[in-house]
């Protein structure tokens, strides 16, 4: 398992943007896959996003296609998600997770560590 310290989450109006991040603590993303994945209040914890360290291949919820990006930053060892375009809808609290195996996935069972989350809040 893998520390994950998220940042970047707040409250934005409908059509705003935001910005989150994704580090490991002491280590590299390198040979995992990282995901994002939300949960609401009331609501099951749901896939958003997920990158695959090594070849960079993407992953994304019907839900957030085109409006949310996810990337790497090799540089720094981080990963990002870019939400633009945000609705009322997509409040909810953000976890970045981590799987030791270089596949892209939506089960959150398949990742081994989980950040504490981070409020993202859209008004309409």
């Known amino acids: 398992q893998v520390q994950l310290v998220e940042s970047g989450g707040g409250s934005v109006q409908a059509g705003g943007s935001l910005r989150l991040s994704c580090a490991a603590s002491?280590?590299?993303?390198?040979?995992?896959?990282v995901g994002w994945f939300r949960r609401a209040p009331g609501n099951e914890r749901e896939f958003v996003a997920c990158?695959?360290?090594?070849?960079?291949?993407?992953y994304y919820a019907d839900s957030v296609k085109g409006r949310f990006t996810i990337s790497r930053n090799s540089a720094r060892g981080t990963v990002h998600l870019q939400m633009n375009s945000l609705k009322p809808e997509d409040t909810a609290v953000y976890y970045c997770?981590?799987?030791?195996?270089?596949?892209?996935?939506?089960?959150?069972?398949?990742?081994?560590?989980w950040g504490q989350g981070t409020q993202v809040t859209v008004s309409s």
């Open positions: 997770a981590a799987r030791t195996y270089a596949q892209d996935s939506y089960y959150a069972t398949h990742y081994d560590s």
């Open positions: 002491g280590r590299t993303f390198s040979g995992y896959t």
């Open positions: 990158i695959t360290w090594s070849d960079v291949n993407t």
